[in-house]
């Protein structure tokens, strides 16, 4: 099989951000980019994806996380477009439902090559920690953009913040997971699936 591996780099005026991605790793996560609750959660994304991560970003933080936080999005989508390549084989749909306590996330992803985002979450707080949970959307739009996926993000439940954003990204991972995979069979018989379908 071909190794579904690539690194991206992202210079502006904001940021330089350069991720590299293993779409068929462990889930190991090595992340610095002055956003600690962010890498957080790509932690879950790399465990619960099993996708290996390397990501270096610098931004002007002392402003805020905004262009760190949508620029990483961008990049990690760039990165995937990269790593997935053709498409062929893999089952291009993905879903999962993840709880953490009291909250229930539910994403759906489809490797389409259509950009399209319709994210349905109500954060219970303005921020988590130092980081604007609107900056969630940012992100996820940044990848989606970039990736070419059509994604489904609804928060189903929950009252904490916190609780609300690790299932998001729990059950993402968890969809990139599933959408990914590559069946066989599949891949010996049908055509490639690059580009808009």
Not at 35 to 54: N, S, T
Not at 93 to 109: M, T
Not at 160 to 177: D, L, P
Request: charged letters at 20%.
């Amino acid at each position: 099989m071909v190794e579904r591996k690539a690194t991206v780099t992202r210079n502006t005026l904001e940021t330089q951000i350069t991720i590299s991605v293993n779409l068929d790793g462990s889930g190991k996560l090595n992340a610095d980019t002055g956003v600690p609750f962010l890498e957080h959660m790509l932690d879950q994304i790399a465990r619960h994806g099993l996708i290996d991560l390397d990501i270096v970003a610098k931004g002007d933080n002392h402003i805020d996380d905004h262009h760190t936080v949508e620029d990483i999005g961008i990049t990690l989508g760039q990165a995937f477009a990269q790593a997935v390549g053709d498409k062929k084989g893999i089952l291009r749909y993905g879903h999962a439902y993840c709880p953490l306590d009291e909250a229930l996330s539910r994403v759906v992803i489809d490797f389409s090559g259509r950009p399209g985002l319709d994210m349905n979450v109500e954060f219970t707080r303005a921020s988590i920690g130092r980081l604007d949970t609107q900056l969630f959307w940012e992100f996820f739009q940044g990848f989606v953009n970039h990736a070419g996926v059509t994604l489904h993000i609804d928060n189903l439940k929950g009252f904490n913040a916190h609780h609300q954003a690790e299932t998001i990204f729990k059950a993402f991972g968890r969809a990139v997971r599933g959408a990914l995979t590559i069946d066989q069979r599949a891949a010996d018989q049908m055509p490639s699936t690059k580009g808009s379908l």
